[in-house]
């Protein structure tokens, strides 16, 4: 354990910890955790919270537990826990030995429940739900004590016993505690403690029949693990009062509450229950679409665990919610898969070239760099015949003006290859649409370049059509078209927003040779059409399909660049 400030760079949480620790706090310890509900799949808005939690217990040679705040029967899985393990360790952290439950404590949580009954502040309550609300008040109105809260400690007692031993149906009684039905603070006003589910719980079976709310097992799980500092989002800063009370009332060790800013990112939702209804309504394939933000999404579609930490230490903590670019994000997938992913030559949208004076038979290998950007990487071979395939947006019969690719009688440079002009075009009968180019090539220019000196404006990509392998190809964009999804029109959710065209499906796209060996989870570059990822889920050995993972357009970077010569000219 440290007992020093951290080096790494400040901000407000750091600030605190320095103070507790300069003032002896918890002995110069730093105990952190991250405690999600298993109750959906880990998204990017939990990628900060684990980041910021795993990191701060690292910067002050600290640790960092991992918690499952399982509290809720009915909305969990141990399928939820397993996949957010697994995200966990994808982004790099390692809780070791530290992995609890909250379901661990429930034998402490009910002895301490009795202990507030026992102090005359905490009470059996006969009140349904609705009415439970309606006594509550509103911000502006106090609320109306039950009228079972002033049961005898003996009674409420008995009760709760019986609660416990599973006497009494679903809702028919809760355990609340006796605070203050006028506080200023709704969470304050007698919250509930325990109320009664008949349900099986994925660790605890059917042990137990009554369940603690989230609010009197988050905070009691943080004690009992000797949490130094209780890293929290905003929406839980209202609810601190509430932990401070259970504290100082059941006189436990007190974890010190610290709220920073929930990342939200632009056209992106980052709740888990909208998210679930998106796959339970079949609105995507699963948690694991790769345009959904879940950590697995991101995965399957090819973002690197380096990026999105990357991502995560850019944006920084703040105390204020606001919303991140999505953007911003891509920038950092692309900025390190720039460095590590290898290149290939990909046709996306194939259209035949036939090369007329190349011969029939003849199949040469041609140079190819694999990743300029590292220079480890060396270098591969690309077959190159008389019959091609380029994109159909590289040629055109009747060029606008600054359109430097191929069209009739011009001549363009091929990646790697050779000099080719365009000589004549086949056109389909039916529909005059433009089926098949055919050119010739100049074989002094191998490798790209004339011997003559002369020049062309136009550089294409290409494949072989003898060679190439055919594959499927999936077009992802963003899942909502607005930057911020809740907004609606009247009468509309959020499910409003969902682009129809967040995803298109290209088969019959050509590919390298090469490919045919790249295993679910490659990642690479195909020159000039971005990023993309071997998916991991419909891949076959004999035809792998590929989802793009970012463009290779950086819009992040441009508005950075603008902003940074606006600050220095």
């Not at 918690?67 to 390692?94: A, C, H």
């Not at 989230?214 to 905070?219: I, K, N, Q, S, T």
């Not at 948690?287 to 380096?306: A, H, N, Q």
């Amino acid at each position: 354990m440290a007992d020093t400030e951290s080096t790494a760079p400040s901000n407000f949480i750091k600030n605190a910890i320095d103070e507790d620790n300069s003032a002896g706090t918890y002995d110069g310890r730093v105990h952190t955790r991250f405690p999600p509900e298993p109750n959906g799949y880990l998204h990017i808005g939990h990628a900060k919270a684990i980041c910021l939690n795993f990191g701060i217990a690292a910067d002050y040679n600290g640790l960092c537990n991992l918690r499952f705040d399982d509290t809720n029967p009915i909305k969990e899985e141990e399928e939820y826990v397993q996949s957010m393990k697994e995200d966990i360790r994808w982004l790099g952290f390692d809780w070791e030995d530290r992995e609890f439950y909250a379901s661990d404590y429930f034998g402490q949580l009910y002895k301490w429940a009795v202990q507030l009954i026992e102090q005359g502040k905490a009470y059996v309550d006969d009140l349904s739900a609705e009415e439970i609300r309606q006594h509550r008040g509103t911000l502006t109105e106090p609320g109306r004590d039950s009228p079972y809260r002033d049961r005898s400690v003996e009674e409420s007692l008995d009760l709760f016993e019986r609660m416990r031993a599973g006497e009494f149906p679903d809702g028919s009684r809760v355990l609340r505690a006796k605070i203050d039905m006028a506080a200023g603070n709704l969470n304050m006003r007698d919250p509930v403690l325990y109320r009664i589910l008949h349900a099986s719980h994925h660790r605890t079976g059917d042990e137990w029949c009554i369940y603690p709310m989230y609010d009197f097992a988050h905070g009691q799980s943080d004690s009992i693990e000797q949490i130094t500092h209780s890293l929290c989002s905003l929406e839980f800063e209202d609810h601190r009062p509430l932990y401070d009370w259970f504290i100082r009332e059941l006189d436990i060790f007190p974890s010190r509450q610290i709220e920073f800013a929930r990342l939200n990112l632009s056209h992106t939702i980052v709740s888990k229950r909208k998210l679930k209804l998106l796959v339970d309504e079949g609105l995507v394939s699963g948690w694991e679409d790769p345009r959904m933000p879940t950590l697995s999404g991101m995965r399957r579609r090819g973002y690197t665990p380096k990026a999105i930490r990357d991502f995560c230490d850019a944006i920084g903590v703040a105390k204020a919610n606001s919303m991140v670019d999505i953007a911003m994000l891509e920038h950092f997938v692309r900025v390190d898969l720039n460095k590590t992913a290898p290149r290939v030559m990909a046709v996306l949208r194939p259209l035949r070239v036939v090369i007329d004076n190349y011969p029939e038979d003849q199949v040469e290998e041609l140079d190819a760099v694999n990743n300029p950007e590292d220079p480890d990487a060396g270098t591969r071979k690309i077959p190159f015949s008389r019959e091609l395939y380029i994109e159909q947006s590289d040629f055109r019969e009747d060029p606008p003006k600054k359109y430097f690719r191929l069209a009739p009688g011009r001549e363009v440079r091929l990646r790697y290859g050779f000099f080719i002009k365009c000589v004549d075009v086949v056109k389909d009968e039916r529909t005059g649409e433009v089926v098949e180019v055919h050119c010739t090539y100049d074989p002094e220019t191998r490798g790209g370049y004339a011997p003559d000196g002369r020049k062309v404006r136009g550089t294409i990509h290409w494949v072989s059509a003898a060679r190439a392998l055919e594959t499927e190809v999936r077009l992802y964009d963003h899942l909502f078209t607005k930057p911020d999804p809740n907004e609606a029109e009247e009468g509309e959710d959020f499910k409003a927003n969902l682009d129809p065209d967040s995803v298109e499906i290209l088969n019959g796209a050509r590919v390298e040779p090469s490919l045919a060996s790249a295993k679910p989870g490659d990642r690479i570059q195909f020159e000039r059409q971005g990023y993309f990822c071997v998916d991991t889920v419909d891949s076959t050995p004999e035809r792998p399909v590929f989802n793009r993972t970012v463009s290779l357009r950086d819009t992040w970077a441009k508005i950075e660049k603008s902003q940074q010569s606006g600050q220095t000219g």
